[in-house]
T-cell receptor
Framework: DAMVIQNPRYQVTQFGKPVTLSCSQT?????MYWYQQKSSQAPKLLFH???????NEADTPDNFQSRRPNTSFCFLDIRSPGLGDAAMYLC????????????FGPGTRLLVL | SQQGEEDPQALSIQEGENATMNCSYK?????LQWYRQNSGRGLVHLIL?????REKHSGRLRVTLDTSKKSSSLLITASRAADTASYFC???????????FGTGTRLKVLA
């Protein structure tokens, strides 16, 4: 009964080589989020979609992009990964905007060599 | 932007004891949530408490909210080894769809 699925669970990429992380949901939620979490730190919001409306955080590097082709799927593209981008990337959904519970996927751990 | 700060950063207790962790935040909120994260995994929602509520219970969990002090506490009673995890509070940023996560408390329950 997986609700928020992230693939792959582990991703190894080379410095500067584009990488795409995938998130899908079976909850039919309107909002999808991408967070970056570095070791022993709080999850940091990169951006979110409310339906098709994209909302970027002011301090999210241009290197990070996102696509949401339909309600179920959302992708995180890192155009030129640097060593500092190695982290856990968490996808989350919520039913609607506002004061809603967020449902998280298991995360994708990205390693940059 | 506001961020919850959690205290203590790390907590180690014996199985069966109670664990209390605290979260403080900076500005007015609509609600506050607590999440658990097992090592290397995603976050799991525990409890949501709204700004007009003072206390909520869920099983062995008790959450309190004091909006005058801008603080919340999470109490886990009769802890178990399986409660070993990091616990984060998250506060909504008023007028947006965003939650800001605190720095987390790493709880270790010793069997």
């Amino acid at each position: 009964d997986a609700m928020v699925i992230q693939n792959p669970r582990y991703q190894v990429t080379q410095f500067g080589k584009p990488v795409t992380l995938s998130c899908s949901q079976t909850l039919n939620h309107n909002v999808m989020y991408w967070y970056q979490q570095k070791s022993s730190q709080a999850p940091k919001l990169l951006f979110h979609y409310y339906d098709k409306d994209f909302n970027n955080e002011a301090d999210t590097p241009d290197n990070f992009q996102s696509r949401r082709p339909n309600t179920s799927f959302c992708f995180l593209d890192i155009r030129s990964p640097g060593l500092g981008d190695a982290a856990m990337y968490l996808c989350a959904t919520s039913r609607d905007a506002g004061w809603e519970t967020q449902y998280f996927g298991p995360g994708t751990r990205l390693l940059v060599l | 932007s506001q961020q919850g700060e959690e205290d203590p950063q790390a907590l180690s207790i014996q199985e069966g004891e109670n664990a209390t962790m605290n979260c403080s935040y900076k500005t007015s909120i609509n609600n506050l949530q607590w999440y658990r994260q097992n090592s290397g995994r995603g976050l799991v929602h525990l409890i949501l408490i709204r700004s007009n509520e003072r206390e909520k219970h869920s099983g062995r969990l008790r959450v309190t909210l004091d909006t005058s002090k801008k603080s919340s506490s999470l109490l886990i009673t009769a802890s178990r080894a399986a409660d070993t995890a990091s616990y984060f509070c998250a506060t909504d940023e008023s007028g947006t769809y965003k939650y800001i996560f605190g720095t987390g408390t790493r709880l270790k329950v010793l069997a």
